[in-house]
């Protein structure tokens, strides 16, 4: 893969060169081994028996949400399960009622009507006395008896029950290991799909590697994706083949030649696409198929967006967005998305080599900027964008609401600065423009009159003229350009040509990306830039030729983000490809209006322990309320009316200190909600959440109690 982002046959490195064949007369010489045998320290050469364990692993279809590798689908609703104890206790009763019934047979009890079969069986010579025939016969029939009784009160005791639960098969565990290998055709780690196309030396090397401990999770994934190119016809047969023969599981890599991150800290699986993100709960409002079952998120669930909102220290970055952003850099390795990553510096979001391009915006020892205008050479694109960034978040909070005016402001300005310059301003040189400085203004007019560029003379004239009304907004977006226009951010934003700004137009490619921002001493800029990335985004991924390669940004706190353009942008991700992530502290960093729209736009919704009552209630109103069974129980006091009773009462109420009573249940269908502000506020406990999941196809899982320690 070249630094397009496009696969050639070229690897990150050659297969030794064969000796050439021994002749036939001199003598076999064994190979020379790699390392002399039995050193200490050294760790034995790598088989790939375990890649090929986890790769043969099966991964049944499931529910939405469910971690499929090697899962065991459960029924949708639970088996009714005795009690142990009286479980235990009927078995006894049942084999002390055989026991009973076999005695008063055995003693003559019940007479001698249940011999008459035996006797009509047997011949007469065999009832001479101490008959060989007429023991073995006799005594055969009394165990037959004696078998139909016990399988008759076995069946009444749920003896079988007994067996399941307690006896060997509950001791039992699975050898691992030990299941025959699949045959060709079934066996992933054989490709069969490349043996079915013609491609069978491709197949055998492959397989080769997979065998010789060669290949990784990371490689088996993103050669599957160069081959559904192959399928798709974006990339020619020849080609795939020539790149896997000569370099085996290194074939087709990715930019970097990474062929896996520095370290993982949670569990994979790119098969499916997954990251396990915690465990369901063995709890009663979970269904019953997904309690005890592993929860995992991929671009299937993603592609619907998710927010998340819990107070600090309730686990976000380290339980969500940590896993997240490992999963997604590890599917662009592999070819399959493109991940932007935006949180505080020093966030814990990730080493620096798990990405290709990190951004430290007030950093002077960053290596890369962050291009203000999204790489774009539009300038009412560029303006609308930019407009977003500097005061989205005061436009109306009202979702049909827009920063309109705020636009046609800076592609007034912006639009004759790129036909004089040739680029647009600076971040000191817009603030001039909109500040109305009389000499940056005179000598743009000059240009445009040099240049002859009339419509836009006109639109610097309106400008001008605006610039004098009391409502104008340019002193607004100056005020907030002024934000980032301070020392800290002198060798940023810069567009000369003299740094290296990373744009989000290179999301057309398998890229990983972290931009750190400055929240401490800059929190008020560090809001604005990540509504800048938000806005550009969106922008870019609705453009992208290839949807296939999934998009996703990861916002560490998204506070001060929300606005009602960024709301429309998150609706229409979805079939564009792409998904944000969104974390919240509190839904009261989303303006009133906009906390439906927001919970409505993303799919996927977690709400985390310690969350506050009225946050609660907008989960509740949007998780909406189900039918459930309710049991009203009702004790009524049971009044005696015999000098009997009374004293049987009486004695009753000294022994148990309570009054005789009698129990009345009522069973009735009521609507309730699914998880009520209260419960959402305070049954939560401490590393568990509220997990609501869609996905992109449009199946959802109802709001399951999650571990997410688990």
């Not at 985004?537 to 940004?553: G, I």
Request: hydrophobic share 45%; with cysteine.
């Amino acid at each position: 893969m070249d630094s397009d982002g496009n696969r050639d046959a070229r690897g990150t490195h050659a297969n030794p060169v064969p000796r050439p064949a021994v002749p036939p007369e001199a003598p076999a010489v064994p190979p020379r081994p790699a390392r002399a045998p039995g050193m200490p320290g050294v760790p034995p050469l790598p088989d790939g028996s375990a890649f090929l364990s986890w790769l043969r692993t099966p991964r049944p279809e499931a529910l939405p949400g469910v971690w499929r590798f090697g899962h065991r689908p459960r029924p949708d609703e639970e088996p009714e399960r005795v009690p142990a104890r009286q479980l235990l206790s009927g078995a006894l009763v049942a084999f002390l009622v055989g026991w009973l019934i076999w005695s008063l047979l055995w003693n003559g009890y019940l007479g001698g009507w249940w011999l008459l079969p035996l006797y009509a069986m047997i011949p007469d010579s065999w009832a001479e006395p101490h008959s060989f025939g007429a023991v073995v016969v006799v005594y055969a029939y009394y165990v037959l008896i004696a078998g139909i009784i016990m399988v008759g009160v076995g069946r009444l005791g749920r003896w079988g029950e007994i067996w399941r639960r307690y006896g060997p098969p509950a001791w039992r565990r699975r050898a691992p290991g030990t299941a025959p290998p699949p045959a060709p055709e079934e066996d992933p780690a054989a490709w069969p799909a490349l043996r079915a196309a013609g491609a069978a030396d491709a197949a055998e090397r492959l397989a080769s590697d997979a065998r010789s401990g060669l290949m990784r999770d990371v490689d088996h994934a993103r050669i599957a994706r160069a081959w559904q190119g192959v399928a798709s016809g974006r990339h020619s047969l020849a080609t795939f083949t020539n790149a896997v023969l000569s370099h085996g599981a290194a074939a087709c890599p990715h930019p970097s030649g990474a062929r896996d991150l520095p370290a993982r800290q949670a569990r994979h699986d790119l098969v499916t696409g997954q990251v396990r993100i915690g465990t369901a709960a063995d709890d009663a409002r979970n269904p019953y198929a997904y309690r005890g079952t592993g929860l995992a998120l991929g671009p299937d669930l993603l592609g619907t967006s998710l927010l998340a909102v819990g107070p600090a220290g309730s686990g976000k970055t380290g339980s969500l967005v940590r896993p997240l952003a490992e999963s997604l850099c590890l599917h662009a390795l592999a070819g399959r998305a493109a991940v932007v990553v935006v949180g505080a510096a020093g966030a814990g979001l990730g080493p620096a080599d798990a990405y290709d391009v990190v951004v430290r915006i007030g950093n002077p020892d960053s290596v890369y900027d962050l291009d203000l205008y999204g790489g774009t050479t539009d300038p009412d694109e560029a303006a609308a964008v930019l407009a977003e960034a500097l005061v989205g978040d005061l436009a109306d909070p009202h979702p049909g609401s827009d920063s309109r005016r705020s636009t046609t402001v800076l592609a007034q300005l912006l639009g004759p600065f790129r036909a004089v310059h040739g680029r647009f301003p600076g971040v000191p040189e817009l603030r001039q423009l909109l500040d109305g400085a009389p000499g940056p203004l005179a000598a743009l007019r000059q240009g445009l009159q040099d240049a002859g560029q009339e419509s836009l003379l006109r639109e610097l004239d309106a400008r001008e003229r605006q610039m004098a009304h009391p409502g104008d907004v340019g002193g607004v977006l100056a005020d907030r350009v002024a934000l980032l226009d301070r020392p800290a951010f002198a060798g940023f934003f810069d567009t000369s040509g003299q740094s290296r700004p990373f744009s989000l137009k290179a999301l057309d490619h398998p890229v990983r990306v972290r931009i750190d921002l400055p929240e401490r001493g800059h929190a008020d800029a560090s809001r604005m830039l990540a509504r800048l990335v938000l806005a550009q985004f969106t922008a870019s991924v609705a453009v992208r030729e290839d949807r296939s390669l999934f998009a996703c940004l990861v916002l560490d706190d998204a506070s001060g983000v929300v606005t009602p353009e960024a709301v429309r942008g998150i609706q229409r991700l979805r079939s564009a490809g792409a998904g944000v992530v969104l974390t919240l502290r509190t839904l009261d960093d989303v303006p009133r209006p906009l906390r439906g729209p927001l919970l409505g736009a993303t799919g996927c919704r977690m709400a985390l322990s310690g969350l506050t009552p009225w946050d609660g209630q907008d989960f509740a109103e949007v998780w909406g309320k189900e039918w459930t069974e309710a049991r009203d129980v009702t004790d009524r006091q049971i009044i005696a009316e015999t000098p009997a009773g009374k004293a049987v009462h009486m004695l009753r109420r000294v022994i148990t200190g309570k009054a005789p009573t009698a129990r009345a249940v009522t069973v009735r269908q009521v609507e309730r909600e699914r998880w009520s502000a209260s419960e959402l506020a305070h049954a939560v406990p401490p590393g568990h959440a509220v997990l609501s999941l869609t996905t992109v196809k449009g199946e959802h899982a109802p709001p399951l109690l999650v571990d997410l320690r688990g």
